[in-house]
């Protein structure tokens, strides 16, 4: 199993920017596959980024292509979001998940159902 934490959420100002962390519990998270996932309020849960397995491999919803950046440090058991040029309709509250069954190319999946274990999720509110 893995457990997930997320941190680094916040309010921002239109422009400005945001550094999400997801920290894991467990030591096969090297072997996961992870994702972030945001879910603005009367919205359903929508895919961000998600990220391989060894962190080679990425891929980005399009309306945050050029913006945000994924990342992760197995040796920290830890993975990213940076979030630039934040806009008003970024606010959110953003969740990692992880899988290991995704599908997709390099193991990356945009689907929620292919992900197994989600964090509680982080508010980020970005102010126009």
């Known amino acids: 199993q893995v457990h997930l934490v997320e941190s680094g959420g916040g309010l921002v100002q239109a422009g400005g920017s945001l550094r999400l962390s997801c920290a894991a519990s467990g030591h096969t998270f090297s072997t996961y596959a992870m994702g972030w996932f945001r879910q603005a309020p009367g919205k359903e849960r929508e895919f961000v980024a998600a990220?391989?397995?060894?962190?080679?491999?990425?891929y980005y919803t399009d309306a945050v292509k050029g913006r945000f950046a994924i990342s992760r440090d197995n040796a920290k058991n830890a993975v990213y979001l940076q979030m630039n040029s934040l806009k008003p309709e970024d606010t959110a509250v953003y969740y990692c998940?992880?899988?290991?069954?995704?599908?997709?190319?390099?193991?990356?999946?945009?689907?929620?159902?292919?992900?197994?274990?989600w964090g509680q999720g982080t508010q980020v509110t970005v102010s126009s």
């Open positions: 990220i391989s397995w060894s962190g080679d491999n990425t």
């Open positions: 998940a992880a899988t290991r069954r995704a599908k997709g190319l390099w193991g990356l999946s945009e689907e929620r159902y292919e992900y197994d274990y």
